[in-house]
């Protein structure tokens, strides 16, 4: 099976500050790590490898020291690294990501599966893995918390929901994006770290990519950041306690004292 997982390099911490004139993350001295979610990722397309047989391809987008982030993956067990850089790309939301990483996974070849992580610890929007899945037309199941069965042709996995989880059946080539409830992601072996120390990164730029320059960078990212804030804390709100009966009708009134219904 080919496997390609997509892999973000994002701040070790969530104290990170914005640019408050462009609206992006300073990112600038702080500790970078691969992406939890990703993690998970990385470790279910290798235990699909050494089952199934097969090549995991890792692709981030990001700047030149997100080649890290890629050497992480491979003393984990990756075959093949790929680093889409380029300062044509930078100021890209989620939409210009997702076009930049879906031209970029064009050029490896054969794809089966495509892996994402649930979505990111510094933007957080989760929309990178679907908006690749559209861009490049195939079905695409996010939140998943266990692979049943997979062939070459389908896959069978269960979604995590808010209670519970819904078994489903997709067909192959496909993306997924996965949750930490999947597995526990390996610690890299001696092996595996020697072996990332002197892996070959291949880099991806508009100029082995085809990609249409109006659709790049910050010209080509529809979003525009107007403003960026920490939400105000909001204190405790009001407890109410006692008996069934009392607390549908204490409920009852604060609703009506809100004003939003009679
Ligand atoms: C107007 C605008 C300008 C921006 N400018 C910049 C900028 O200059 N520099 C900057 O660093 N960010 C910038 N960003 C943020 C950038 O768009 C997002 O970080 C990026 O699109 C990923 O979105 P996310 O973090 O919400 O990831 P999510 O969608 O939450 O990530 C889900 C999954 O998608 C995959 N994924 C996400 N991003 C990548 C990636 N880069 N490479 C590989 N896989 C990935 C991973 O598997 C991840 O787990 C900007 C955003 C906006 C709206």
Do not use: H
Not at 162 to 178: H, Q, R, S
Not at 234 to 247: F, H, P, Q
Request: proline letters at 5%; a negative charge; aromatic letters at 4%.
């Amino acid at each position: 099976m080919n496997i390609v997982v997509c892999i973000k390099q994002v701040p070790g911490t969530t104290q990170v500050k914005i640019n408050p004139e462009t609206g992006t993350l300073i990112r600038d001295g702080v500790e970078a790590v691969v992406n939890p979610f990703d993690e998970y990722a990385i470790e279910e397309a290798i235990r699909i490898k050494e089952k199934k047989g097969g090549t995991v391809k890792v692709v981030t987008m990001g700047p030149p020291q997100a080649e890290a982030a890629l050497r992480t993956a491979i003393s984990m067990g990756a075959d093949e690294a790929y680093l889409v850089s380029d300062r044509a790309f930078a100021g890209s939301d989620t939409w210009a990501t997702s076009y930049t990483l879906t031209a970029a996974i064009k050029t490896l070849g054969k794809v089966d599966l495509i892996i994402c992580g649930k979505q990111a610890i510094d933007g957080d929007t989760a929309q990178v893995g679907p908006g690749i899945a559209e861009m490049l037309d195939i079905p695409f199941v996010a939140w998943v918390r266990k692979i049943e069965e997979i062939s070459e042709t389908s896959i069978k996995l269960e979604r995590l929901m808010e209670e519970g989880y819904d078994v489903l059946e997709m067909p192959l080539p496909g993306l997924i994006t996965v949750v930490k409830e999947i597995n526990e992601p390996r610690m890299a072996s001696l092996k595996g770290k020697m072996k990332a120390k002197s892996a070959q990164i291949n880099t991806l730029s508009t100029s082995n990519m085809d990609v249409d320059p109006q659709f790049i960078g910050l010209k080509g990212s529809p979003t525009q950041v107007l403003r960026s804030f920490v939400p105000e804390r909001k204190s405790g709100g009001e407890k109410i306690t006692g008996e069934a009966a009392e607390l549908a009708q204490k409920a009852a009134s604060v609703i009506q004292n809100l004003g939003v219904v009679k």
